[in-house]
């Protein structure tokens, strides 16, 4: 009993260090996809001022 509840316990940690990572990678994404997105709008408004 006492080794499954070990294993559980080390596979949540491991659960929670991969949970930060994607958290992290989101929120880099969302940083590009804002640049991106400003970017293009930016692209868009020269392009009709022309």
């Known amino acids: 009993m006492e080794e499954r509840l070990h294993v559980l316990m080390k596979e949540n ?4 260090r991969e949970n930060e990572t994607l958290l992290l990678i989101i ?4 940083i590009t ?10 692209c868009s408004e020269h392009s009709h001022e022309e």
């Open 13 to 16: 940690e491991q659960l929670r």
């Open 27 to 30: 929120a880099q994404l969302r």
């Open 33 to 42: 996809l804002n640049r991106l997105l400003n970017r293009y709008m930016i």
